[in-house]
């Protein structure tokens, strides 16, 4: 059995939406296993400032780029990049998404499926969907040189309809009640489709894909929400932010040697009720 079952060392992984809330405990986690953290976000300088930030405390030679996952040309050139630099890609985890927001501008609510536009389903699938197919078939075909793992972060509503009782608005009429938009579960429903195709697609080249379903994590919303969502999940209460680095660790690393196709819900057991 390996030293440390948990260890990343010298394992070059990209992350997706790395500047965002959960993208940089990601980072975090594989930093503090000795992984080299790639961190892709649309602007440079956020993830330029949290790759020097873990290089200064971890001691490993993290790196971000600005890299838009929704276009090929971008993701392949910095894949290529990427292999120059480092000379191996031995993990990779889909994190990006557009998180589609429920309210709407007071007169119509666009967040409802009668009103919901065409544009922002182009635009919440290119990114959590598109972007992840796109980050796979180029960061997945390296990392199949050798083996490695990949982790597509969907969501307990991967798992579960969305409960739109918790988005009421009290005064408001029904056709202007906001709810969580379609997008969001048909993008990590859909990474699950992906996470099982990947699983045995290059299973002879030693790389491994598992689904990470996050449940909510608390992060300043209005008081009620947060009682109202709680009171859903049989441990009573939303997840701190930090809360998915050991869960991600385990599917990046030695741990999970056997776990392939795997959908690992980290909700609270909110998907058990
Ligand atoms: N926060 C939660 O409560 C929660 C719960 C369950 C699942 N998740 C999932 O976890 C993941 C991270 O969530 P988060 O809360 O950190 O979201 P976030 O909005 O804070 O971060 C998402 C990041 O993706 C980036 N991004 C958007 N489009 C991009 C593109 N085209 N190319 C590159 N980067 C792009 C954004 O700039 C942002 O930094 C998402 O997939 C989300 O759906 C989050």
Redesign the pocket.
Known sequence: MADNLFSLKDRVIVI??????????HAEAVAQAGGTPVL????AE?VERLAGDLNARHGVPASGYA?????EAAVESHCAALLARYGHIDGLV??????PKVEGDGTKNFSRLENFPLAAWDADV???LT?AFLCAKHYGAAIARQGGSIVN?????GLIAPDQRLYRKPGLPADQQPVKPVT?SV??SGLIGLTRYLATYWVEQGVRCNAL?????E?NQDPAFIKEVASRIPMGR??R?DEYQGALLFLLSEASSYVNGAVLAADGGRTAW
């Open positions: 997706t939406g790395a500047a965002g809330l959960l993208g940089r405990q892709l976000d649309l602007a956020s890299v838009d996952i929704t276009r889909n994190n990006a998404a557009n998180n290119a990114v959590g972007g972060i969907a969501s307990d509503l969001y993008v990590k379903c996050p449940g909510g994590v992060n939303m997840a932010p």
